[in-house]
């Protein structure tokens, strides 16, 4: 009966650790560009960085990216970026974390595109704020899990000041866009 | 009055050239280098890891955007839209450009890169503008 005990225990536990293990994605190369544009300059800063493990069983979503992975154009931009807007020395990380809602059935298993909403809290220097953004996954031929999401930033939002000289060129609503390559989490 | 005059004249003849090329220089202000730069910390992917664990914050200011040397265990390299990131034991490396590398897995390489994050996803250390120096070849 012990015997059995052990046996029945062992056997939830490696399903529970499989169920797991498969229903996991994860991308440690995730892309993030913003684009702020006004009439008298556009912005543009790409990092290729963004971490990000997604269950699909649960919808529960994390991310994160560090802000000292961002490039711009000009490094003077970059510099401005990084000490007078997010400071990234004491902030060095955006974070989100939430859950995927998907509109209807997603099948990673089945090519092609399907709806979802993000919903969670979005962390950047130092600030939180609940988000509801729309996304895109769509599950390609090959059975890669591609997930695209462009959402709206306000920098006042986060208490991101920028300085009465430069508000001119910096957008009040900074365009976010996020594509991730999910992979399944062997680990 | 017309000798003060001058005078502005002249300064202003030195002074906004002199400004303009300024305002230049610094809009025009070269990105970082890491490759070519001095390391300031050179030490194991575990030992750094080891720091960002016990004290994040203290790390934090120690090592972000600072160049390293690190060496850890090669395990995997993982490459998503042109960007390739070497995953150590202990630390994720982006790579400066999208050159493959052939490493085996398990065997130790050293990296020169810059910190940009501990990654509590992953618990390791993110660095960027990374570099194999040839003492690895």
């Not at chain 1, 910096?170 to 390559?181: D, G, S, W």
């Amino acid at each position: 009966m012990i015997l059995f005990r052990t046996l029945l225990l062992l056997a939830t536990v490696s399903a529970f650790f499989t169920a797991n293990a498969q229903s996991k994605y994860y991308t440690r190369d995730g892309r993030v560009s913003f684009f702020s544009s006004t009439p008298m300059e556009d912005i543009e800063a790409l990092s290729n960085d963004a971490s990000s493990v997604f269950d699909i069983k649960t919808g529960k979503v994390e991310f994160g990216v560090p802000m000292k992975s961002f490039t711009f154009e000009k490094a003077l931009m970059q510099e401005h970026f990084n000490e007078d807007y997010v400071e990234s020395d004491k902030f060095p990380k955006a974070k989100f974390k939430g859950i995927f809602e998907f509109e209807g059935d997603f099948d990673p298993a089945k090519a092609g595109e399907y709806k979802v909403i993000a919903k969670g809290k979005f962390t950047l220097h130092g600030i939180t704020q609940e988000i509801t953004e729309k996304g895109t996954f769509t599950v390609s031929d090959e059975g890669n899990l591609f997930a695209v999401c462009v959402f709206h930033v306000k920098p006042a939002d986060y208490d991101i000041e920028i300085p009465s000289t430069v508000r001119d060129k910096i957008a009040k609503t900074v365009e976010v866009t996020i594509k991730m390559n999910y992979k399944p989490l062997k680990r | 009055m017309k000798k003060a005059l001058q005078i502005i004249g002249i300064l202003l003849v030195i002074a906004v050239p002199a400004g303009i090329f300024g305002a230049y220089a610094l809009w025009n202000k070269e990105h970082r280098d890491v490759a070519s730069e001095k390391v300031a910390f050179e030490m194991t992917a575990d030992e750094l890891l080891n720091e960002f664990e016990k004290d994040e914050e203290a790390a934090n200011e120690k090592y972000i955007d600072k160049a390293v040397l690190i060496t850890g265990e090669y395990l995997e390299t993982e490459n998503d839209y042109g960007a390739v990131t070497l995953i150590l034991k202990g630390a994720a490396c982006s790579m400066a450009d999208s050159t493959e590398i052939s490493l085996e897995a398990g065997q130790q390489v050293t990296v020169k890169g810059r910190v940009t994050s501990y990654d509590d996803l992953f618990g390791d250390i993110r660095l960027d503008d990374c570099t194999i120096p040839n003492k690895n070849k």
